[in-house]
């Protein structure tokens, strides 16, 4: 199960950082990511993490911008989300699969999704 939350409003160039909070899921094998998908346009990956390979990949279109860390202790994903953009804007999910995938940012490689949490950049 996974759980987000921390979603709401800003204004550009502000900062929002939102939580995932899994369960089920054994932290040193799992894949996590983060989604976005703004109204009328597909899901894409922003960003993703091997748990325990301490690689984590980002979309070039938040490269600089965003941070994807984790807290094994409390099984919490976290996307810390600065200089924000309007084109930020959008519903924001998390992604888990229990093995390593292959294509880190492409959503089919995930069967776990939380319920998204809404991100508004004006």
């Known amino acids: 199960q996974l759980v987000e939350s921390g979603g709401g409003s800003v204004q550009t160039g502000g900062s929002l950082r939102v939580s995932c909070a899994a369960s089920g899921f054994s932290s040193s094998t799992r894949s996590m990511a983060w989604f976005r998908q703004a109204p009328g346009k597909e899901r894409e990956g922003v960003a993703a993490?091997?748990?325990?390979?301490?690689?984590?990949f980002y979309a070039d279109s938040v490269k600089g911008r965003f941070t994807l860390s984790e807290d094994h202790s409390k099984n919490t994903v976290y996307l810390q989300m600065d200089s924000l953009k309007p084109e930020d804007t959008g519903m924001y999910y998390c992604?888990?699969?229990?093995?390593?995938?292959?294509?880190?940012?492409?959503?089919?490689?995930?069967?776990?999704w939380g319920q998204g949490t809404q991100v508004t950049v004006s």
């Open positions: 992604a888990a699969a229990r093995w390593w995938v292959d294509v880190p940012l492409q959503r089919t490689k995930y069967n776990y």
């Open positions: 993490t091997l748990s325990g390979s301490g690689i984590i």
